[in-house]
């Protein structure tokens, strides 16, 4: 496991972050809902030392971060990471987002154009964000009411106020982990780190909220990865995105779901790795 680091944001919000390698590469990795930054780390392997510099934030409400302040929009996210970024001083990096950090990263791009040289999304959550439902079809507009859903919210946020480790188990292994498992070791690390959110009824709401097609998006060279059998992410979203960002970078990874970093992460590492290398 990599050592963690701590950066206190102007908000007071404490911003724990691993790093990995030295290199003059600038590669952030934003993760999704219900992780952290944890989920990363044994993908980390496949990437030069010497060439790349990787950066992996606990966003705010997950992991190690704080939660001072609750989240209202996924703006609040983006802004956590600019002042982030602008304490570490760092310019011209690719963001890397999956699954609910494709959102962030897509705004963070949109608010903060100069600082971004190229986006990688993978089985993101598309440009018109994860609308959710109550049983009569309206649309959730508090987090009071999104906390009762039944579906997605309410039995994770059980889980989280029970400490149900074999209930987070079992939701990776059954709708992410479809093809590939974690070894025990790094199974029992990423349960434990699912169980640390506090902010899963906000994020859900934010989420729900999220939609940027009115928005013109900056010129930023775009890729966008997904998993042939990702259950998560409907594929229209997928190529919705693509036209939104005004890019033909679209791979997908056949026999993959929703975690192409345990279903494929040697063919997920050359498709990264090659994109970036055109962006110099």
């Known amino acids: 496991m990599l050592k963690t680091k701590t950066i206190v944001l102007d908000n007071k919000e404490s ?5 990995y390698g030295t290199g003059n590469e600038i590669l952030i990795f934003i993760h999704g809902n219900i992780c952290s930054g944890i989920f990363f ?27 001072l302040t609750k989240i209202n929009s996924i703006s609040d996210f983006s802004d956590d990471l600019n002042d982030f970024f602008s304490k570490l001083n760092i310019n011209n990096f690719t963001l890397l987002g999956w699954s609910a950090g494709g959102p962030i990263c897509m705004n963070y791009s949109s608010s903060y154009p100069m600082k971004v040289k190229s986006l990688i999304l993978i089985n993101s959550v598309g ?9 009569n079809g309206k649309k959730y507009i508090s987090v009071e ?25 079992n939701l990776w292994n059954n709708a992410i982990y ?22 899963l009824p ?10 940027m097609t009115s928005i013109l998006f900056p010129n930023i060279p775009s ?4 998993g042939d059998s990702d259950s998560i992410i409907k594929k229209e979203d997928i190529f919705l995105t693509a036209k939104y960002l005004n890019t033909n970078n679209i791979i997908k990874i056949l026999n993959c779901g929703h975690s192409p970093f345990i279903d494929s992460p040697n063919e997920l590492f050359k498709y990264i790795d090659n994109f970036i290398k055109n962006f110099k």
């Open 41 to 67: 780390e044994p993908f980390l392997n496949y990437f030069n030392k010497n060439k790349y510099r990787i950066l992996i934030p606990d966003l705010r409400g997950f992991g190690e971060s704080s939660y």
């Open 145 to 169: 009411e999104i906390s009762q859903e039944k579906s997605q919210v309410l039995p994770v946020l059980n889980a989280i106020k029970n400490q149900d480790k074999l209930f987070i188990k």
């Open 15 to 19: 911003i724990v972050y691993r790093e």
């Open 202 to 211: 906000e994020v859900y709401l934010a989420l729900s909220n999220f939609n």
């Open 223 to 226: 890729l966008i990865i997904f």
């Open 127 to 135: 440009v018109n964000g994860y609308p959710m439902y109550d049983e």
């Open 178 to 199: 479809i093809y590939k498992k974690p070894n025990c070791q790094q199974s029992e690390i990423e349960v434990s780190a699912s169980l640390k959110q506090r902010n």
